[in-house]
């Protein structure tokens, strides 16, 4: 089960809910002629929906397992068959589902690893060493804790990739993205016909040599496009600076990246990143009045914004304000913006009382969503200042 | 009935999705989606009633007060949720919580009817007047309940 140390009562309870309900309701599918096939589709659908949403920790099936196994299999491979020695992997899949590449089905991603906090490139390492890559293609992590600012980068298919500095300055790109393939390295697959998805695959790999500075990231961006009969794909390996001599094609994202970084990246690597639309750099969320199709927004860190801005016209003096306004709680909004959760309690009351703006509630048998996870209680007891 | 009032959770609306998508494959009807909402609904209810026991407590500032229908619905500022193993801090909240005492409640379970019957022995006096006679009286009352 979960390799969680605490005794979590949710994702029992809900596989219990789960559980019962199927098999209440197998009489009703029954009774109408509908096949058990479907009832099956039904669970998996649901389970899958839970885990995609990621507010349950440690909720796997055993199918979940059985296919981390075969994609350990598959991750040792292909580990082999790209760079030697200590070539370490770190996949940050999107917090959302993930489309095994064997497959059309969609399957769900969650591991017992994907518990592991990584906060350190140790870790990563560890993590990487012990075949975390492996669940990796199934595996969710959780965010890094010493994550510094957030940039949302909106790729050309319109996919909203988060690039996350760490505090050790590795970078991860998170896509957070449904319907995402992941894959390991080099493996330049088209999916057949089926289901269709960008991946993206953020490979952190620090020097053969152990250099300190970790800021070698591995970004695959496999993009299969599919428009009408023709797929494109674009397969491409980029490697940050620290490693010189080695593949060089970077796709527009990572390019993005290194502007963002403050043009770490040196000269080669930028030559062919101008060759797709530009992305954008959102940082300050919707409501902006510069178009979206322009570097513009990129261009704020580079101080040039007051030109940007003006350029977009005075159409309120409120433009001008935002870029500078942005700034100030570019990782506020972003947090909220990423959790994007109404926190919600969900619970039956046993009494409400009040003294003059002195609240006191007693609740029970509750659902919460907090902060994008969920809990339960029995009863809770609370106190409030109107 | 059980409260309709868990579909609005991670749970409930992963199911509700679910569903919705076996109904556009046609693989389903929407009468029998509504027929597996309505067990879980009693499942969930179940559930949290008797399998879990655990406690919270939770400290913030009343924002704004709603009871309409016997529902009470706050939103709350600046909380801290405890429990004895964690503490969880958010900024906004919003608590939706149906009656818990409410005999709708009960309906989840399954009752049989039942019927009552009272009797009550007359009293037969004579008055001075001898006026009146009390006839026996019997009542029956026979109350179902589904």
């Known amino acids: 089960m979960a390799s969680s140390a605490n005794s979590n009562p949710v994702p029992k309870l809900y596989r219990s809910v789960i559980e019962d309900v199927i098999n209440e309701v197998r009489e009703l599918f029954l009774d109408e002629g509908v096949d058990e096939q479907v009832l099956m589709e039904l669970k998996t659908l649901w389970e899958n929906k839970l885990m995609q949403s990621k507010a349950v920790e440690g909720f796997h099936t055993e199918e979940q397992a059985a296919l981390q196994a075969a994609a350990h299999q598959q991750a040792q491979q292909a580990q082999q068959a790209t760079q030697q020695a200590q070539a370490q992997q770190v996949l940050l899949p999107p917090q959302q589902q993930v489309t095994s590449w064997q497959s059309t089905r969609p399957t769900v991603t969650s591991a017992p690893q994907q518990q592991v906090i990584v906060q350190d490139p140790k870790i990563l390492q560890h993590m990487s060493a012990t075949g975390m890559s492996a669940a990796a293609t199934a595996a969710t992590l959780a965010l890094p804790t010493g994550v510094s600012p957030y940039h949302q980068l909106i790729t050309s298919q319109g996919q909203i990739l988060q690039f996350v500095r760490a505090a050790n300055g590795a970078q991860y790109i998170i896509q957070p993205q449904q319907q995402m393939v992941l894959q390991q390295q080099v493996l330049p697959q088209m999916q057949p016909g089926g289901v269709q998805a960008p991946v993206i695959q953020q490979v952190l790999a620090p020097l053969q040599g152990g250099h300190p500075q970790q800021t070698g990231v591995i970004i695959q961006p496999q993009q299969i496009v599919l428009t009408g009969n023709k797929v494109q794909q674009n397969a491409q390996v980029m490697q940050m600076p620290g490693q010189p001599g080695q593949v060089q094609q970077i796709q527009q994202q990572v390019q993005q990246v290194q502007q963002a970084q403050g043009g770490a990246a040196p000269g080669p690597p930028q030559q062919q990143a101008k060759q797709q639309p530009p992305m954008m750099l959102q940082v300050d969320g919707a409501g902006d009045t510069s178009s979206e199709d322009e570097d513009e927004e990129e261009e704020e860190y580079d101080e040039d914004e007051d030109e940007d801005k003006d350029k977009d016209g005075g159409e309120d003096g409120q433009v001008e304000e935002e870029p500078l306004n942005s700034e100030d709680d570019v990782s506020d909004e972003e947090d909220q913006e990423l959790f994007d959760t109404e926190n919600v309690v969900v619970c039956q009351y046993d009494k409400i009382h009040r003294s003059k703006n002195k609240w006191k509630f007693h609740l029970k048998d509750g659902i919460m969503n907090l902060n994008g996870r969920d809990y339960v209680f029995s009863k809770a007891i609370g106190d409030a200042e109107w | ?146």
């Open chain 2, 1 to 146: 009935m059980a409260y309709q009032l868990y579909r609005n959770t991670t749970l409930g609306n992963s199911l509700q999705e679910s569903l919705d998508e076996l109904i556009q494959t046609q693989q389903i009807t929407p009468q029998l989606a509504l027929q597996v909402l309505l067990q879980f609904d009693k499942a969930i209810n179940t559930a949290l009633a008797n399998r879990v026991r655990n406690r919270v407590n939770f400290k913030g500032s009343l924002n704004t007060y709603r009871f309409c229908d016997n529902v009470w619905t706050f939103v709350l500022n600046d909380v801290e949720f405890r429990e004895v193993t964690d503490l969880v801090k958010v900024d906004k909240v919003k608590i939706v919580a149906c009656d818990g005492k409410s005999r709708l409640f009960f309906f989840s379970l399954s009752l049989r009817p039942f019927s009552l019957h009272l009797q009550t022995d007359s009293v037969r006096t004579r008055s001075h007047t001898s006026l009146s006679k009390y006839k026996t009286k019997s009542m029956t009352i026979s109350h179902t309940v589904v």
